[in-house]
């Protein structure tokens, strides 16, 4: 039992870590405000699925094509929506949270839920862990979380890319005093961060089936996992993740299902109040609190 | 040969309000309409409308307060994604009180209004310190942690909620009621964000520090605007409650969070009256819509994305400029 629960915490874990990465990136690294993150991981899903279902393409070629698109989308909404309201963080969070909104509610309009949408599991084959049975997907998810995250590290600090991102998020200013051209960063942070979320969407999808609600689910538990790692830190994302993933397992497990959702806000709210900055971040420590 | 446009105020404008010597009932009535259109058009409005209109029109109002609510609180640079919380905890103070005690809601209401905005006031304390996004994000997380909290201990009727509340004993009661409620928020709370006291609480939005260097103490003017704001909102709750007669987890709704703040973006942020025209505009179009069903919410967030990209001063400053202003296109001088 405990093993097991440990087991499934541990797989939570690289799930929500899978989930985050892309807002991480966008909110976090660089500072721009993406809150229809959650949109993009359901409109990427049903994108794959209809391609799948509804048109039969070749599995790689639909996923190729969802994650492009995604990316497109992303620097689309940052063209013509965010460069107008860039700086304004609260206009940044109403905008896109209202893109989000309008993308989650139209599928709830067409009343796409059930099981029969689904995404197909790689590859259809469990093992058995230390007594537990665990399958290939699970497997597949820490694996590739784990990649993921050291990708993003490596990305973040090694590459002239990567340090732009953080660059504009620290001051944009001394940014372009450095000929970092801003917009075409934020542009690029937007959209890589929409590409990773149709990458999260198709691992994830195939352990349930996709439905509008699951945008706002996974939009608050990449915010959660975001703040209380801190902005701008990759050990706070894995930090974070393992905190948030073994608190929900266990309480699921121990307390019951209905606290399961409560832990999670609950410790969004604590950090918030005593270190809005989360547990790692180091950024606009100034800005937080008066 | 190069134009620009130039704004220049109206001589009408000019002459009454900053001369004083009203001349003509002209002038009057260039003072007056502005003031007088509301006030008459929400006394009027409930004896032309239908049955149904006029419960959409107590939806407007109710809206059109928590929009006014939000609009203060945004002034005093507090800005909110969470209205929900006020609306429940006040719908649920009247409804406990009328529910378990059997209080008349002539009472539960008020008390319910100062109630429900001392606990949100004491809920937000903790985060008082905090700026910008970060108190919007908790403020959006609370109304969820206290739904979610309902649904697992069951407390106060749990999912099923309380039902059988005493209703208001007449509906010329509810609306006379919601409606002068509104016009006092309405005209009160857009003279006290011109007094002294208001100044105060727009140059903690404007500038937090220098507030405090002035020697004031931008705490306890913070908790005093979340009360305002918590007590708006909780009268809307508990008025709320009396009206559909019951009480339950839907009052933490996205709802009641997104339509103020579109209301308040759409109508014009900073005014008070903007907001009201916002909740005026959105909430009889959202019931146009009706057949739509969830496409209502769709619209919203379009709604929302385009007034803050093509138009983010609203439609009142819109209003408000043409009505004082006129413009013309003049060369520009080398």
Known sequence: MLIGTTLYALINAAILALMAIGFNLTFGISGVANFAYGAFYVLSAYGIWGMLNLLHFHYLIAVIIAVFANVILGALIYRFVLLRVRGQALSEVIATFGIGLAILELFSYFGWVGFEYNLPVFLDRSFIIAGTYVDFQRIAIVGFSAILIFGLWWFAHHTATGLAFRGIAQDERTALTFGIDSDWIATLSVSFGAGLAAVAALFIIPLGSISPGEGYDVLIRALAVCIIGGLGSTGGVIAASFIVGFAERFTDTYIGSHWTMIVSLAAILLVLTVKPSGLFGKQKELEERI | ?334
């Open chain 2, 1 to 334: 040969m190069k134009k620009r446009k130039e704004r220049i105020d109206r001589g009408i404008k000019v002459r009454s309000s900053d001369i004083f010597a009203l001349l003509s009932w002209r002038e009057m009535l260039y003072l007056a309409a502005p003031r007088l259109l509301p006030v008459v058009g929400c006394l009027v409005l409930p004896l032309i409308l239908g049955a149904y209109w006029q419960k959409v029109l107590l939806s407007v109002a109710v809206f059109a307060l928590l929009a006014i609510s939000w609009d203060i609180l945004a002034q005093t640079g507090m800005v909110s994604l969470g209205q929900a919380l006020f609306f429940g905890v006040g719908a649920y103070c009247s409804g406990v009180m009328n529910h378990y005690w059997g209080l008349n809601p002539l009472i539960t209401i008020p008390v319910a209004a100062v109630m429900g905005g001392l606990i949100c006031t004491l809920l937000l304390l903790p985060v008082l310190r905090l700026r910008g996004i970060y108190f919007s994000m908790v403020t959006l997380i609370i109304p969820l942690v206290l739904v979610r909290i309902i649904e697992a201990t069951r407390i106060f009727g749990g999912t099923e909620g309380l039902s059988g509340m005493t209703p208001l004993p007449s509906k010329w009661i509810e609306l006379y009621l919601v409606m002068a409620v509104l016009l006092t928020a309405l005209f009160g709370f857009r003279r006290m964000m011109d007094s002294d006291y208001g100044l105060v609480l727009k140059g903690i939005n404007d500038n937090d520090r220098s507030v405090i260097s002035a020697g004031i103490n931008i705490y306890w003017f913070k908790a005093q605007s979340l009360f305002i704001a918590g007590a708006i909102g909780s009268f809307c709750g508990a008025f709320m409650t009396h009206v559909y007669m019951f009480v339950g987890m839907p009052v933490f709704a996205l709802d009641y969070s997104i339509l103020p703040i579109a209301a308040a973006v759409v109508g014009g942020p900073g005014t008070l009256a903007g907001a009201t025209l916002g909740a005026f505009i959105l909430v009889p179009m959202s019931e146009a819509l009706r057949g739509f069903g969830g496409l209502r919410i769709v619209l919203y967030g379009v709604f929302l994305v385009v007034f803050i990209v093509v138009l983010p001063e609203g439609i009142f400053h819109f209003i408000q400029r043409k009505y004082h202003q006129f413009e013309r296109w003049v060369e520009v001088e080398k």
